[in-house]
Structure formats: structure tokens, C-alpha cells
């Protein structure tokens, strides 16, 4: 009797059981689905945790490439979690197993991953914890196996800034973020500076959405900044892009493409996405890890490979200037050169 | 700050249709949420119903090539969490509270590793959403004409099922017998109702309401579908069921009221000069939550009855004694 009174819910668990039984790395619902063994080669046991889907055209399929790029290469062995936890608690029992399981290094993928591996990382001192902080060091990266690693983005930023300056017809930017976090500052920042460059009189309104998921609240924060002048847009956080660019899209407006090549979700509207070559960065640390010279934090500017600014050939919502796109040009050598030293503003102290 | 742009008179409609799209996912899911605790059944799976409605809506549009597949498969994807929810929790009588959570989880998890398993790598192209529907010689009223008559037939829709779920609870034998067995399910299991039965309709009548709701952030005005794309709109909508003191008039009032004020919250950041304001954002981001409590306290504290249903959360056990 009372097994007939859970037989659905066996059949239930059964069924979902089942589909996760063909699983494979694509997304481990265990982290000790497979054991790794350090001595069985020189390649690095790495994991990661990704907060969002492997397709999402975005933060983790950047990171996601990234790091397949590095397994193609036989520099690691390697285990994902996608979609994994945000949460604090979520994110240490995901990592702690990992860590348990003897993997060498692991990363979070997020800014929010910062403060479990800062708690989990003096439990496991033989396992190296990675999370992107994009601090440049200044978030205070405490542990000798934890490290930070950043993502310039005020970089291509700024570049993408000269751009837009050279595009917009009111002057004005409209910038969503996520969270008021440093790099999500840095990159609004530069952009309008990069702007300022082309249209000194331009300006920028801001809005952030207390979110990394919500795209509809991103869109509707497109619309306001669109109904009080704005016409080119630039995000921080991929959910917040797909908001951005699908409103720019409905409303004939122009939109930058967020650590991705996103011009695929709006073929006429996104002038250029600033796309994270990640796997240099990740390539870096591995490479460190193998010859035991781990560093508290990784940064790997546009001079080194770790941004570009994708230009989107199929973009018409506007024009771009010959003399921008020659400034952009000019200054993008200069940063790659290193002559020119694009400012990082994303301090949130004044 | 410039408070024209957003107070001025050529934006308060933009700001009225702004506050509509905002409030219709929630507020179908609320109105939803609304019958099925007046029926006694706590029914906190509400944001899986969202997520999976958006979710099958999705798989609808893309499949077919057609937005407005998306709608009943929307719905039916809310419907499916509601047939689980309607089965842990009606008919095993298990607890209620626990049931929703899981079913939350359940499809934040299944939904994502689906997503991954159908698509791989390669992101699913995006698609045009369902676009507005102007009502003739009405729709160029100036003015409020393009408030009322010039919106998305699912904001239509959304009125439609509103006024339904008011009409049912109170003018129909169905919606006599949902209060019954949310206030004295004993009584009218006495008078020959089958609560099970009343309980199980009214969940599901829930999941399809805010199955559409998720339906419409993707099919309405994404054209996408990302990983828990519904952000908590279901947990808003459970908070706004409490707001309207379980009344669907009420609630979606206050749906409305909530999608106002974030309207606004995102206008007022854009004008107050964001990055360099000295208020810090979070309190723009807690100003719909804090404009609802501060409406439900007082609405509370002016009510002279109890409007939440006796039996709320309760299994109902035929036979068993009432604690």
C-alpha cells in the first residue's frame, strides 16, 4: 500500500533519473562522475562551474570555448558544470566535491563565486581555486592557492565607445548592468570616454537591474533609456545584452554585442561585440600550475590576446563614420602597442 | 535630474505601456496563484510553472516557426508542472510547501539541461515576437488610446483571463465550491463536493495562467529563451496574491502597481544620472517591493476580515480529524 501510494513519484525520479543517466561532460550531474588522475599524465585536472548555459551565445559559451579550446589542445583534463549553483551554498558543495575529488584547479566562472572559494579554498591547500573577479587585484584576493583572474573589458570598451561617439545621433548612450560591480563601472566608463572622443558632448544613461538573469527588465530598461534619447546601447551581463539588443532591434536602434559575438540576435543592429579570447587567460594559469608558480591574480589585456572587438559586416541600423572607425583604428593599435593606456575607472569608493 | 523624462507628458504613456508589459507575466501567474489558495492549496511551484511555461513556449515557437505556438505550448507547459503539483500534493496529500519548492527546482534544472541537450553549442536562432495588435479607429485615440486599444493581443488575452478567474470565483457553482474547500473543506466534502477534484482543477487552472505568463516574456517579447529567463516574477506573484488579500480584482492591481513603480525605478535611474548618483541602486531596485509592503500593510491594517482561506496549505484528508 504505501508503496503504491509513491509509485508515481518513483516513476517520476525514474524518468529523470534516466535522462540524466546518458549525461556525459557536456553537464556532470555529479562532480565525481569521473575520477581524474594526476598521475596518469601532465595534463592539469581542471573543473569549472558555469552560472548560465554553454549556448548562450555570451559569459559561458566565452568561457566555455575557452576552456574546450585548451582540452583540444591536451593541456587538460577537463569537467563542467553548466548551469551550476549561484548561490554561495550551491557553488561550495559543487566545488568542495571537485575538490575532494582530487581536481587540481578549479574555477567559478562569476564574479559571484568570489566569496566560496575564499571559504573553501584554506580546506584544500593542493587545490588551485580560480574566479573571475575582474578586480585587477584590488578586491584582495586572500590565499595562496586562490587567484583572480580579470576581464579588461574597458578595453575593447573604449574602443567600442569611439564607435558608438561616431554612430549616435542624440549623443546619448544607454548602459544596463547587472550589479554596480567594478567591471561593469570600468566598462561603462570607458565606453562613454571612448564616445567622448568622437562626440564630447555625449552622455549616458545608466540602469541597473539587480539581476544577471532578467533579460525582459533589461529590455524594458532599453526602451526607458531609448524614450528619454538614448540610440546606442552597451551592457554588462549576458542577459542583460539580449534584453538590450532585442529592444534596439525592435526599435531600429544600435547595440553592442557583450563578451560574445551576439550579432546573430540581431544581424542588423549590433554594431560590434566585445569578444573574450578567454582561453589565453586560462591558458596562462595552467601553464603556472604545471610548473608550480601560481600568481594572485591573472590579467590578460587585448596587447596579449584576451579581447577583441568583433566587428558585425552586417550592420546597418546606422552609420559609422570613416573617421571613427579611422580613430578606432588608430587608438586600437595604440593599446595593443601599449602607447595608449585606456583608464580604468571601477572603483566604487569616490 | 531632468524629471521631465520621466514624469513629462510625453512620457507618461510610454510609461503606462511600459508598466502593462511588465506587469502581465506576473500578474497572470498572481491571478492564477489567487484561485488556486482560495481552493486551500498553497501552491509555491508557481515560478516553475512560469519557467517551464517559457520554456515549452519556446520549443513551441521554434518548432513551428510560428510566436503564437508558443501561447498553448506555454500554457501546457504550466499545465505539466500543475498535473505534478496537483499529484504530490492532492492526491498524496504530502506537504504542500515542500512539493512547490522542489517543483521549482525541478524545472530550473530540467529546463536548462534540455536547452543544453537540444541545442549543444550551436545557440537556437531567435525569433520574432508576437507583435502588437492595434484595434482599429480605437487604437489612434491620442493619448491613452495607445494604452488601452494599441498593445499585444496577449495583453487582450491577459484582461480576458482576469475578468474569467473574477467571474468564475464568484458568479459560478465551480468557483463556489473553490471557496469552500479552501475555508471549510470538511463541511462541503460533506455536502457531496469532491475536494480532491476542486483542489486538482484549480492548480492546474494555476499552471496554465502562469505557464502563459512565461509564454510571453519569450513569445511576447524576447523571442529567446535563456536560462531562468522568468528572474522570481513567480515568487513577486505569490507575494502579490498576499497583496491583494487573495481577491483577483485585487491582485491584478497590484501586478499592476508592482510593474508601475519598475517602470519607473528604471526611468528614474536613467535620468538620475545612474553611475554618478549618489543613491546607491539597490534602493531603486527595492522600490517595487517597498511600495507593495507599504500598500499591503496599510490595506491590511484598514481590513476588517480575515481574507486569507482557513484551509490554506492544509492537505485535505477525508475523514480526518482537524487538528
Redesign the interface.
Known amino acids: 500500500m504505501i508503496f503504491k ?2 509509485l ?2 518513483l516513476a ?1 525520479l525514474g524518468l ?1 533519473g534516466a ?2 543517466g546518458e549525461d556525459d561532460s ?2 556532470p550531474e555529479e562532480p565525481t562522475a569521473q575520477q581524474p588522475d594526476p598521475e596518469a599524465d601532465d595534463k592539469v585536472s581542471v573543473a569549472i562551474l558555469l552560472p ?6 555570451s559569459w559561458c ?1 566565452a568561457a ?2 575557452g576552456v574546450k579550446q585548451l582540452e583540444t589542445e591536451g593541456l587538460i583534463d577537463l569537467q563542467i558544470v ?2 551550476a549553483p549561484f548561490d554561495a551554498q550551491g557553488a561550495t558543495r559543487v566545488m568542495s566535491g571537485f575538490a575532494e575529488d582530487g581536481v587540481q584547479f578549479v574555477i567559478g566562472h562569476s564574479f559571484d563565486y568570489g566569496a566560496p572559494i575564499h571559504e573553501l579554498a584554506p580546506d584544500y591547500p593542493d587545490v588551485m581555486f580560480a574566479w573571475q573577479g575582474s578586480c585587477g587585484g584590488f578586491c584582495g584576493v586572500e590565499g595562496p592557492n586562490i587567484t583572480d583572474y580579470s576581464m579588461p573589458m574597458h578595453e575593447p570598451a573604449y574602443l567600442s565607445g569611439i564607435i558608438a561617439g561616431g554612430i549616435t545621433e542624440s549623443g546619448i548612450i ?2 544596463n548592468a547587472g550589479y ?1 560591480i567594478p567591471v561593469c ?1 570600468s566598462t ?2 570607458a565606453f562613454l570616454l571612448g564616445a567622448r572622443e568622437v562626440r564630447p558632448d555625449a552622455e ?8 544577471w ?5 533589461a ?3 532599453t ?3 531609448a ?2 534619447g ?1 540610440d546606442v546601447f552597451v551592457a554588462c551581463g ?2 542583460g545584452s ?2 538590450m539588443i ?1 529592444e534596439a532591434r525592435e526599435q531600429g536602434l544600435s547595440a553592442f554585442g557583450y563578451v560574445f559575438d551576439e550579432s ?2 540581431a544581424p542588423e543592429n549590433v554594431v560590434a561585440s566585445m569578444a573574450w579570447q578567454i582561453d589565453e587567460t586560462y591558458r596562462r594559469i595552467v601553464s603556472d600550475i604545471s610548473i608550480g608558480n601560481f600568481q594572485p591574480t591573472y590579467n590578460v589585456p587585448m596587447s596579449a590576446g584576451g579581447f577583441e572587438v568583433q566587428m558585425n559586416p552586417g550592420y546597418n541600423a546606422g552609420t559609422i563614420p570613416p573617421e571613427a572607425m579611422e580613430l578606432f583604428e588608430t587608438r586600437k593599435q595604440e593599446v595593443i602597442d601599449g602607447t595608449f593606456e585606456v583608464p580604468f575607472i571601477g572603483s566604487i569608493e569616490e | 535630474m ?1 524629471w521631465g ?1 520621466v514624469f513629462g507628458a510625453a ?1 507618461i504613456i ?1 510609461l503606462l505601456n ?1 508598466s502593462i ?2 506587469a502581465v ?1 506576473t500578474g497572470l501567474a498572481a491571478v492564477g496563484e489567487s484561485l488556486c489558495q482560495r481552493a486551500g492549496v498553497l501552491n509555491l511551484s508557481l515560478e516553475g510553472m512560469m519557467l517551464s511555461g517559457a520554456y515549452a513556449a519556446f520549443l513551441g515557437a521554434h518548432y513551428s516557426g510560428q510566436p503564437w505556438v508558443g501561447v498553448p505550448a506555454g500554457i501546457g507547459g504550466g499545465v505539466f508542472i500543475g498535473v ?1 503539483m496537483a ?2 500534493s492532492v ?2 496529500k504530502t506537504e504542500q510547501v515542500i512539493n512547490g519548492i522542489a517543483l521549482v527546482l ?1 524545472a530550473s ?2 529546463t ?2 534540455i ?3 537540444l ?8 525569433f520574432d ?1 508576437i507583435s502588437p495588435l492595434e484595434i482599429p479607429l480605437l487604437g489612434s485615440i491620442p493619448g491613452l488610446g495607445s494604452v488601452v486599444f494599441d498593445q499585444s493581443p496577449l495583453v487582450y488575452l491577459t484582461v480576458a483571463l482576469i475578468f474569467g478567474v473574477w467571474w468564475i470565483l464568484y458568479r459560478t457553482r465551480y468557483g463556489l465550491a473553490v471557496r469552500a474547500a479552501g475555508d471549510r473543506p470538511a463541511a462541503a466534502d460533506a455536502a457531496g463536493l469532491d475536494i480532491d477534484r476542486v483542489r486538482s482543477l484549480a492548480i492546474l487552472v494555476s499552471g496554465a495562467m502562469a505557464g502563459l505568463g512565461g509564454a510571453v ?1 519569450v513569445v511576447g ?4 529563451f ?4 522568468t ?2 516574477r513567480g515568487w513577486v506573484a505569490i507575494a502579490l496574491v498576499i497583496f491583494g488579500r487573495w481577491s483577483p480584482l485585487r491582485v491584478a492591481a497590484g501586478a499592476f502597481l508592482f510593474g508601475f513603480t ?2 519607473l525605478q ?2 528614474i ?3 538620475s ?3 554618478e548618483s549618489n543613491v ?3 534602493f ?2 527595492a522600490l517595487p517591493y517597498l511600495v507593495t509592503i507599504v500598500v499591503v500593510v496599510v490595506a491590511t491594517a484598514r481590513a476588517r476580515d480575515d481574507a486569507q482561506p482557513e484551509a490554506l496549505g492544509v492537505p485535505y484528508v477525508k475523514g480526518a480529524r482537524r487538528a
Open positions: 501510494r509513491f508515481p513519484l517520476v529523470f535522462a540524466c557536456a553537464a548560465c548555459a554553454i549556448n548562450d551565445l559559451q566555455y570555448e553548466d548551469d544607454g548602459a554596480d563601472r561603462m566608463e549616458r544613461l545608466d540602469a541597473f537591474l539587480g539581476s538573469v532578467d533579460a525582459a527588465l529590455k524594458e530598461a526602451a526607458a533609456q524614450e528619454q538614448a549576458n542577459a539580449f534584453g532585442q546573430a540576435l | 531632468n523624462a512620457a510610454p511600459a508589459r511588465l507575466p505534478l499529484l504530490f492526491r498524496l525541478l534544472g530540467l536548462s539541461f536547452h543544453v541537450r541545442f549543444g553549442v550551436t545557440a537556437p536562432e531567435r515576437p516574456l517579447q524576447l523571442g529567446l535563456t536560462q531562468n529567463v528572474a522570481g519598475d517602470a528604471l526611468r535611474q536613467s535620468a544620472g545612474g553611475i546607491p541602486f539597490e531603486f531596485q
